[in-house]
């Protein structure tokens, strides 16, 4: 995979880039790496240390809870040229609670260290207030995540999701299989199978091996 000119990155994604001196553009520069991950692979943990800020290059990530019991709940995905903040929370310190970060498909992320990223927060307003921002945005696709779970019928919360991914990857033909649409939706394969040969009944979607395709995306859109 090509590796990025990082400075012209950053320039290009952070919008505070302008309003920082050449020594804290170095700092951040010399605290950005390029890595690479594949699908499933675990970026952040409770277990892991703060890895700092995520600006993702090219696939998608997904941040959730992991409960006790082994429960998955996703609370937010992360796409192509999207910045990930609750990753640094050693930096913001008003985020008090741990969150884990798997890739959904094979990607490749900025990663801007904790350290360079926490003593560009306390030097730079503008910096700190693009994180604050960003950390706002996300607790509100949190809240959105919890309403779902908590207040919506399981019908309607797949027929938003599969309506979505096919905005997102602009393609009616959905390359996952029941077990992951499961993980992302936190919610058990069985419980998505049925629901998916119930679409199918209807003729909103063609099932087959690890495809969902859309046939009929008016109906689905009546389930909202």
């Not at 985020?95 to 926490?118: G, H, K, M, P, R």
């Not at 938003?160 to 009616?172: G, K």
Request: net charge negative; proline share 2%; glycine share 4%.
């Amino acid at each position: 995979m090509e590796q990025p000119h990082i400075p012209t990155v950053l320039a290009e994604h952070l919008p505070f880039w302008k309003q920082l001196t050449e020594q804290q553009r170095s700092i951040l520069i010399s605290g950005t790496s390029c890595l690479s991950y594949s699908a499933d692979a675990t970026l952040h943990s409770t277990d892991s240390q703060c890895i700092g800020m995520l600006l993702v290059l090219s696939g998608s990530l997904r941040v959730y809870l992991l409960s006790e019991e082994g429960r998955e709940i996703t609370l937010y995905r992360i796409y192509q040229d999207e910045v990930c903040v609750l990753s640094a929370s050693c930096v913001l310190k008003s985020i008090t609670f741990d969150v884990f970060i798997d890739a959904v498909e094979n990607c490749q992320v900025l990663q801007l260290t904790a350290s360079s990223l926490n003593r560009i927060v306390k030097e730079n307003i503008h910096a700190e207030c693009f994180s604050y921002k960003m950390a706002t945005e996300r607790f509100s696709d949190v809240m959105w995540a919890m309403q779902q779970i908590l207040f919506m019928s399981f019908d309607k919360r797949l027929a938003i999701f599969l309506l979505d991914e096919s905005a997102m990857y602009q393609s009616d033909e959905l390359s996952m299989t029941h077990q992951q649409i499961a993980r992302l939706m936190g919610t058990a394969r069985e419980v998505v199978t049925r629901m998916l040969h119930y679409f199918s009944s209807e003729g909103y979607v063609e099932l087959s091996r690890g495809i969902v395709r859309l046939t009929d995306k008016p109906g689905l859109r009546k389930l909202l």
